[in-house]
């Protein structure tokens, strides 16, 4: 039987159906399909065409590899229709393919964080974003987050995806409407929001600017000058043990619940940029501890690094927090106000 390949479909359909093809492609500048996940998640979105014109690949070239394993193209026997003017763009570019269901809307989320992961412009992936989608809850992205995870993808790497994905989905998260309980102050999506907002400040109008005055210290500086920064350094560090408490509350009465509805996404992921704020901080504390009292330049820069990862770290989670994980506990959890308890 004759095997045709039709390059309108998914590669994911095609590899699905003639799995040779997948290690074709892998030989031949796709790589990455080889890589746990990438071809259930990016795969059922991209066709063999626009995978080519993304990567640089060159189509006819590929094309002809496959015929020489016995492949025929569908189409290929068709004349050659009329090239585009360079400056129209083809209407299916103007109008790609709009995800409807809740599977395919996963998967292009998935697909979107693959491509981020890869090293991609964000606008670039910003654009078709906005293209394909109105707004996108927390929950979608939660979901894709697992499917990922499931798809073997490892941790590290979806820990390093969340730091960008917040820009990417900015103002694109649907949350719930104004006036709604949650904004009643008491409610524990009311404090979580206010202790962002005081994280957020701390940040920003204290450790920063502490940082960047360590970051003025010279080699002429003097122990004493550097001794005074560390102590007001040092002073930031005690400090975020307030921060530190909102991140145990969030993952010792929050996780959990979300946990007992199969949504575990979040926490695998938020756990980790916890811990790697603490850590910073944590890196901090060591270098000031081991010094001895012998404080220099050098020293207050490295403690400064350790301090703009704990910055940044802290910022990304509160983008998470509020974009991923209020929405996506809105939509599961409900609290009772007679009862102490979530369910």
Not at 40 to 52: A, D, L, V
């Amino acid at each position: 039987m004759a095997q045709v390949l039709d390059l309108s479909k998914s590669v994911y359909e095609i590899c699905t159906k003639y799995p040779v093809i997948k290690g074709l492609m892998a030989e031949n500048g796709f790589a990455e399909i080889t890589e746990p996940g990438r071809l259930q998640t990016m795969g059922r979105f991209m066709t063999i065409p626009k995978g080519c014109d993304h990567k640089g690949v060159d189509l006819e070239e590929l094309k002809a590899i496959f015929r020489a394993h016995g492949f025929t193209i569908l189409g290929d026997e068709e004349p050659a229709a009329a090239e585009t003017p360079a400056d129209e763009k083809p209407a299916e570019a103007e109008n790609a393919p709009i995800a409807q269901t809740p599977e395919e809307r996963k998967a292009l989320i998935a697909q979107y964080l693959e491509r981020l992961n890869d090293g991609e412009d964000i606008e670039a992936v910003r654009e078709d974003f906005t293209r394909n989608f109105k707004d996108v809850s927390g929950s979608e992205i939660s979901n894709a987050e697992q499917e990922l995870i499931a798809g073997g993808v490892p941790m590290e790497k979806v820990l390093k995806l969340c730091d960008v994905h917040a820009a990417l989905f900015e103002g694109k998260v649907s949350c719930a409407p104004t006036g709604a309980v949650e904004e009643t102050p008491g409610h524990p999506v009311w404090t979580m929001r206010q202790e962002n907002d005081r994280i957020l400040a701390f940040i920003h109008d204290r450790v920063a600017p502490d940082v960047k005055r360590a970051r003025t210290l010279t080699e002429s500086s003097s122990n004493e000058e550097c001794a005074g920064v560390a102590a007001i350094l040092k002073a930031d560090m005690d400090a975020f043990d307030e921060v530190f408490v909102h991140y145990k509350r969030k993952e010792e009465l929050l996780f959990p619940h979300l946990e007992r509805h199969d949504i575990t996404g979040p926490s695998k992921v938020m756990w980790g940029k916890d811990d790697e704020v603490r850590n910073a901080v944590n890196g901090a504390e060591a270098l000031l501890e081991t010094a001895y009292g012998q404080y220099d330049a050098g020293l207050m820069a490295a403690v400064a690094d350790y301090l703009d990862e704990a910055i940044e770290g802290a910022e990304s989670m509160a983008s998470k927090e509020e974009n991923v994980l209020i929405p996506l506990s809105l939509e599961h959890l409900n609290c009772y106000p007679v009862d102490p308890d979530c369910r």
